[in-house]
């Protein structure tokens, strides 16, 4: 019998499929920008292809700085804090910041 698959994603779609027809990305989602200390959400959206670990899916973070597209956030995560790498397309502001702007 054949050996099943271990890749990053073995297993985890199911977790990562919505339960409705997904709509597209608009312009406004690909151009969005946070500013360095902002809070912001990491929701996975889109292809598999560029999305953040499944372990940091609706986590709230800090954006620490910009590279390129895409924000270094700063996230806790089991006690320790990391720096992951999110395209601006998975994040979103949160309700705090939100509030701040007005």
Do not use: C, W
């Not at 690909?30 to 609706?58: M, N, Q, T």
């Amino acid at each position: 019998m054949p050996e099943r698959s271990k890749g990053l994603f073995s297993g985890m779609t199911r977790h990562l499929a919505r339960h409705h027809k997904p709509s597209k990305l608009r312009i406004r989602d690909l151009i969005k920008s946070f500013e360095v200390g902002e809070k912001v959400a990491i929701v996975p959206k889109g292809s598999f292809r560029d999305i953040p670990h499944p372990r940091y899916r609706g986590k709230i973070g800090i954006v620490k700085e910009k590279r390129g597209n895409a924000y270094v956030v700063e996230v806790n995560s089991m006690s320790a804090k990391r720096l992951v790498i999110v395209n601006n397309r998975h994040l979103e502001h949160t309700m705090q910041s939100a509030k701040k702007k007005d």
